[in-house]
């Protein structure tokens, strides 16, 4: 894995967009603890199928009216052409500059794929509609993706996003350090040189965070698991713990060149807030 000491680093926090007023008073004071931190960027997710078409659009722009850098998920899957056309004119309508292209999961009850199968090909019609107007981040899986026959199929399709234009890449959450590394490392071999930024999950509560990790196939390795086991009902240890793990694979991820972080805020400052500290990153 080459270094990349000498280049900026790039940080930058993920949202969900909120369901309830409840939710965008605690956002809201979520991007202003965090925004204090100088972040490259926001970015706020999708629904399945564009379900939050909506709430993605009304959180991205509040993030751009109060001076900081947004960057909304897009997803393709079940979607129309036509349709895309009409988020993309949105967002650029708004002045944002900057998009997450996924392939995005099928909703529930959904039958057809719509006119896009892969996320290569949303970012080759972001391209084509809009020309280099938008930064492209796609997504990366140290681990394989779990829909991926194998890990060679895998690193294929990602180099398809690359070659269709994507400017960088954010990875799934991970706790293996060593799988991040080499990922990077095979990615260079195939000449793909743009930053693979590491896609960093704080724990929070870890009993969600297993349900999270067997659905998205992110690894905890086991004595993670047996470790946080043992703690029972002892939250303030299972906290103390999480904190350790993550600063120590933040801190390893930066030592060895990783090109910036990309948090899993889950909408909360507080534990991204330490570990930022604990790094020495303000």
Known sequence: MQTQLNKKRIYSFEFFPPKTEEGLARLKETQLQLGQLGPEFFSCTYGAGGTTRDRTLETVVAIQQSGQSAAPHLSCIGSSRESLR?????????????????????????????????ASDL???????????????????????????????D???????????????????????????????????????????????????????????????????????????????????????????VTGLCDRLLSAGAPGLHFYTMNSAGHVSTIWQRLGLS
């Open 86 to 118: 009409e988020v993309l004119e949105e967002y650029r309508s708004h002045g944002i500059r900057h998009i997450v292209a996924l392939r995005g999961d099928l909703p529930s009850g959904m039958m057809s794929a719509g006119e896009f199968r892969y």
């Open 123 to 153: 970012v080759a019609f972001i391209r084509q509609e809009t020309g280099d107007h938008f930064f492209i981040e796609v997504a990366a899986y140290p681990e394989v993706h779990p829909q991926a026959r194998n890990a060679q199929e």
């Open 155 to 245: 690193l294929r399709h990602f180099k398809i996003k690359v070659d269709a234009g994507a400017d960088s890449a954010i990875t799934q959450y991970f706790y293996n350090a060593d799988a991040y590394f080499h990922f990077v490392d095979e990615c260079e071999a195939l000449g793909m040189d743009i930053p693979i930024v590491p896609g960093i999950m704080p724990i929070n509560n870890f009993s969600q965070l297993c349900r999270f990790s067997d659905a998205c196939g992110a690894e905890i390795p086991r004595w993670i698991r047996t470790k946080m086991q043992g703690y029972g009902d002892d939250s303030a240890s299972i906290k103390a713990f999480g904190l350790d793990i």
